[in-house]
């Protein structure tokens, strides 16, 4: 089975995803089994709906985990898009730090 960050298991959390369900979450877009994009929205059936007609990544599958709490879905997305590098995600860059330098004394 496929997993992630230790002991969490995709295959006890990830399921297919409910078409009534109008929660946010982290859903994965598969072609083949294999995971082609994972992303993140508060309203995941709409989104896939979107994907759909956009047509632009190749999938016939989808699962999803329902994820109330936006800061723990943008960790998740990351933590998944980094383990397992779909073809369809583009790398996040990390956000430049701001460094405060203080002024030279004369």
């Known amino acids: 089975a496929l997993q992630l960050c230790g002991t969490l298991r995709l295959s006890e959390r990830i399921r297919e995803l ?31 709906e979107t994907h759909t007609k956009e047509g632009r990544i190749p999938f016939d599958e989808t699962r999803c985990v329902e994820i109330e709490d936006r800061s723990w879905r943008d960790i998740m997305e990351r933590a998944y898009i980094a383990h397992f590098l779909p073809p369809h995600n583009r790398a996040r860059k990390p956000k430049p730090s701001v460094v405060s330098i203080p002024e030279a004394s004369p």
């Open 18 to 48: 409910d078409m009534t369900s109008t929660r946010g979450g982290l859903y994965f877009l598969l072609l083949a089994g294999a995971i082609q994009y994972v992303g993140i929205s508060r309203c995941i059936f709409i989104r896939l």
